[in-house]
């Protein structure tokens, strides 16, 4: 019983334990149907182009939720949230390195840096399982199969880069009904951006992703799908090496009291 | 045969028109299919503000492009288009004040200038007409009715302000519908903010508008429909008084090469 009453069920739950120390673990499968979050935080002389980055790549890149330069509460989509200590690990870089691995903010945190939450692909995951799409990665605690494409993100600043993809294995009868429970959620990037032949978007070796497990297909009629991926947006801010930044530990998200359902169009 | 030659089919057609001086009309009805923009053109120091601004209200505030700081070309939207000479008229305001109203902005220029075009409502007009819902303000040639609400924008920086919306009369039976039609454009004002009475959303005369005409119930079983307006961004800039703001004048679009289908989600 105590052991049960210890899992987070809400966003609110999840980002408190992390607050108190609790919880160090990735939050896949926590907090079910509450929208996780992607964070990247950057000095303030860089988000105006950040911000325009993401406009211009919306699939790759949706953004939640913006904080001023400074604040820490997510307003809308996490109030009484403080994004120093509400995400379980972070990861610090400095000049595009990898420096630190810490539990909390508090200690580096300065007053011109600008918070960025972009949505996650936790989203419309569910919508796929709820439409009978089996993911085998979730039940098997696993990545997906990640690739870096030769489909260029529109530039914005001093921000370029090629697209980062996520790739599901799809029965070839459920194509279609993928590309529809997907399209449900363009703020949470949406549609599928290419559906088959990995070589038509650069992919050479679908058995060696560039980030994630591999997986085999797992049936013979199983169809390559691809859907943007919201690694784009860090690959492409590390490759600037700024002087900070800030972001997440790989599956350890920001966990907000918005539904998924809250994104859905139709 | 010459007359209807003159008549702009296309975005490229009437942005060169504009830009030689052939074209100072409004561009309602012209280049029909083609998206049309709001304009607002900001110094650079605002720029960060104004785009997360437009990120947290993006009914009222939908983001088709932003030129970066100098640039004149909205490379996206419209290539080869020159925003300083292809509107066919604009709007010069300092300190929040209109001082002129000149056809090209050749000569007062700045390289700090950041446009932003944002989506309008002809978009999912005529979605509307093509789903069978009339429109009597499109074929009189006159304007919808515009009202201040008492719903709050998403405040950002030194943005803030309440939400403008337009107002159209829409058949009991056709309501549905017009949500449905509209819903499939969310990234141009999309579905409605509000379904009948007006006093809900802080409306006190619906035979008052605040801008644009004022428009009778066309039928004893017609609904007042609000959606969010692009008049929105431009007060709500207004009001913060920048040293220079250029916009469209009301009625002449910057048209681009786009389609309206381009931003249906489904």
């Known amino acids: 019983m105590e052991q049960q009453a210890d899992v987070p069920r ?14 160090r673990r990735t939050t896949s499968g926590a907090a079910p149907d509450f929208v996780q979050t992607n964070v990247a935080i950057l000095p303030k002389e860089l988000a105006f182009d950040f911000l325009l980055f993401c406009q ?20 809308f989509s996490a109030p009484g949230s403080d994004i120093r200590t509400d995400v379980p690990l972070y990861r610090v870089y400095r ?11 508090l200690g580096i945190w300065q007053g011109d840096l600008v918070t960025f939450l972009l949505g996650c692909s936790f989203t419309f995951e569910h919508a796929l399982v709820r439409n009978g799409i089996p993911l085998p990665h979730f039940t098997a605690g696993r990545n997906v199969s990640m690739y870096v494409t030769n489909i260029a993100c529109r530039p914005a ?5 090629p697209m980062v993809v996520s790739m599901r294995w799809i029965a070839a009868d459920k194509v279609v009904r993928a590309v529809q429970a997907t399209s449900r959620f363009p703020a949470v990037h949406g549609a599928p951006v290419h559906i088959g032949d990995p070589a038509r978007i650069g992919i050479r070796d679908i058995a060696r992703p560039d980030f994630g497990d591999a997986w085999p297909p797992p049936s013979p009629d199983a169809v390559p799908v691809f859907w943007a991926c919201g690694v784009t947006p860090q690959a492409v801010a590390m490759a600037s090496k700024p002087e900070l930044m800030i972001t997440h530990a790989p599956g350890h998200m ?7 359902e809250d994104f859905a169009v139709l």
Chains 1, 2 share one sequence.
């Open 10 to 23: 809400t966003g609110r739950e999840l980002r408190a334990a992390a607050r108190s120390g609790r919880c």
């Open 56 to 75: 211009r790549n919306p699939k790759p890149c949706p953004v939640i939720e913006v904080l001023e330069a400074g604040e820490v509460e997510a307003r």
């Open 95 to 105: 000049q595009g390195r990898f420096v630190d691995e810490p539990q909390s903010l």
């Open 157 to 161: 600043g001093v921000f370029s880069g």
């Open 254 to 260: 920001f966990v907000t009291d918005l539904r998924d």
